[in-house]
């Protein structure tokens, strides 16, 4: 994270009227370091990107995770396409302090001890973030329990529940240890949703769980609120009644099948945080649509995730920014003032960040690309709905579009889970596909290890973000957040943020919509892709470069400026957070005149 200029002082924060409250951020995985692999993905950065802003705004946040010892994995790639993984282990003790209390809980009718190490995220105004992530490595564990929060994602269910209990209980009693007493709980996707439990025996002061009875349970519901995530019922964690009793116990799994917390015949954790929060929500306009079909029996708002604009800024951004527009730092709807800075300069500015994207793959790769070609990015984790391949429906078309447009280049980035063997081959086809087609006029390169670092490379130096999900399947996205940022455009599905995020020929261009029942939406979709990109794309970024630079520049100031976690947060904190201390006046409409 950039150092904030000595010239702009941080004002005083905006939520000191919530002294004395705390919210508690629970996650299974959150992007503290570039140096701690204590994610995968998107969910993991959105988290991170959360308490960065908290840091800087100065919202009172504890946050609790996993310490993910060995991390997600390191993604190999051989010159098929074929993904091998391997563990990244790290030192704790490099970069975190440890902390005193060692909690118990019970997992598989034998005690588990748990202590935390502390990582503090210290924001432009001086406030501090603190972080706790949970550990089992302890002398006293049997060995087993001891590897328990040594993988991201990793083992089979029966190790992912034990994991979920460690974050949801464990994390509740931990915090409870070192004094922290939150008045609201955040639980980001259903992973964390077991603290319910905890907290509901912290109600009952030691009474049985089933005890409970509507006012001990409505006590729990004010205190949480859920952020969902996944608009895939098969992306919600789900285990087995046998399951449920053997890890968490016969008190645990009555006191779930009583509450209503079972669907279908499985413990479902995201139905656990549904029947035990206040505040649901998804995250964008359409994800909170499709959120509310898919559980009509709750309320679902929705607030639109961002990025943290200090982090995914480039530092050719930073200096320029610091230099005319030093407000932004602290308040992020200062970069609307990017439509005052000219063109000329935000060009450069993405000169030097493409500059230093190739030079990376040319390390990466040994493969030489030119600054002077129009260069696409796509990268995320593969997944097949994520339509990777899209790009190549029609090769030959694709071919032809880049020999008239003198160059096209196109860099791709994204893990597959180790367990998924469809987003494995879909990794193998794009490999296959850039052989096929790569010449003099069209070169596709594969970048493996898709983490932070590559990340921030991409988005600030490609020429134009691509995203071709399926809908309605992109809960969200923050990949194209980040790319607009830094004035980079996006050509993308009308699904998640882009919906919200797309003024055609001004912030970047959708594909056309289609009836999502069509069973050729590919065969369309593409074809819409390869429109867009020969029409409009190619002859405006070879042709027009001043409207181009006119549209880098609405890029960061429509949607750079709103687009990120300061607003994200202030939108939490308002609406779900602490909505008692937000009480809006009733706005009072004038009387019809009568002509």
Not at 92 to 107: G, Q, S
Not at 355 to 370: C, D, N
Request: one cysteine or more; proline letters at 6%.
């Amino acid at each position: 994270m950039q150092q904030q200029p000595d010239a702009v002082k941080p004002p005083g924060t905006a939520f000191h009227f919530l002294s004395g409250h705390t919210v508690a951020y629970f996650s299974m995985e959150i992007a503290l370091s570039p140096r701690m692999p204590t994610y995968s993905g998107g969910l993991g950065v959105l988290a991170g990107d959360t308490l960065r802003s908290a840091a800087d705004m100065g919202v009172p946040i504890v946050a609790v995770t996993l310490l993910h010892r060995k991390g997600y994995f390191r993604q190999h790639l051989n010159a098929s396409g074929e993904q091998t993984e391997e563990a990244v282990p790290w030192n704790p003790e490099a970069v975190l302090r440890p902390v005193e209390p060692v909690i118990a809980i019970t997992v598989q009718n034998r005690p588990v001890m748990v202590r935390s190490w502390r990582f503090d995220v210290k924001g432009v105004s001086g406030h501090i973030v603190p972080v706790f992530l949970l550990d089992t490595d302890l002398e006293p564990n049997d060995p087993w329990d001891r590897r328990l929060t040594d993988h991201l994602y990793g083992g089979d269910t029966y190790y992912r529940l034990c994991q979920e209990a460690i974050l949801g209980l464990g994390g509740a009693r931990m915090l409870a240890a070192l004094g922290h007493r939150p008045e609201v709980f955040h639980m980001n996707e259903g992973h964390a949703s077991l603290l319910a439990l905890g907290l509901l025996e912290e109600q009952l002061n030691g009474a049985p769980l089933l005890s409970a009875g509507p006012e001990e349970i409505e006590a729990v519901r004010n205190q949480c609120v859920f952020t969902t995530h996944t608009p895939v019922p098969a992306g919600h964690d789900k285990f087995g009644p046998d399951q449920m009793y053997q890890i968490l116990g016969q008190e645990y799994g009555k006191a779930l099948e009583h509450f209503g917390c079972l669907h279908e015949g499985l413990l479902n954790m995201t139905y656990i945080a549904l029947r035990f929060s206040r505040y649901v929500n998804g995250v964008a306009m359409q994800h909170g649509k499709v959120s509310q079909q898919m559980f009509p029996d709750y309320s679902v708002k929705s607030i639109t995730n961002g990025v943290h604009a200090p982090t995914w800024l480039s530092q050719s951004f930073h200096q320029l920014f610091d230099k005319q527009i030093p407000e932004w730092r602290y308040d992020n709807n200062y970069l609307r003032n990017a439509i005052g800075i000219s063109a000329s300069e935000i060009v450069a500015c993405h000169r030097e960040n493409k500059r230093l994207l190739l030079h990376s793959v040319a390390q990466r790769t040994g493969v030489q690309l030119r600054d002077d070609v129009l260069t696409l990015g796509f990268a995320r984790r593969v997944a097949t709905y994520k339509r990777a391949n899209l790009l190549f429906l029609d090769p030959d078309r694709l071919v032809r579009i880049a020999h008239e447009a003198g160059g096209l280049q196109i860099l791709y980035g994204g893990k597959a889970h180790p367990h998924d063997a469809a987003g494995k081959a879909l990794i193998r086809n794009v490999f296959e596909a850039a052989a096929r087609i790569n010449s003099d006029a069209i070169h596709v390169v594969y970048l493996e290890n898709y983490e932070w670092e590559l990340g921030a490379l991409l988005t600030n130096g490609v020429d134009v973000w691509v995203n071709t999900p399926r809908r309605p399947y992109e809960a969200s996205g923050t990949s194209g957040m980040k790319a607009a940022l830094n004035g980079v455009p996006s050509l993308s599905v009308l699904d998640g943020w882009w919906i919200e995020g797309c003024i055609e020929n001004a912030t970047g261009w959708a594909l056309e919509d289609h009836n999502i029942e069509d069973h050729n939406e590919d065969a369309s979709e593409g074809a819409s892709l390869y429109d867009k990109l020969e029409k409009v794309v190619v002859p405006l970024y070879y042709r027009q470069p001043e409207q181009w630079a006119r549209i880098m520049q609405l890029c960061i100031a429509i949607n750079g400026s709103y687009f990120n976690t300061n607003r994200m947060l202030e939108q939490y904190v308002a609406n779900a957070y602490f909505p008692e201390q937000h009480q809006r006046p009733r706005v009072q409409m004038p009387e019809p005149v009568l002509v």
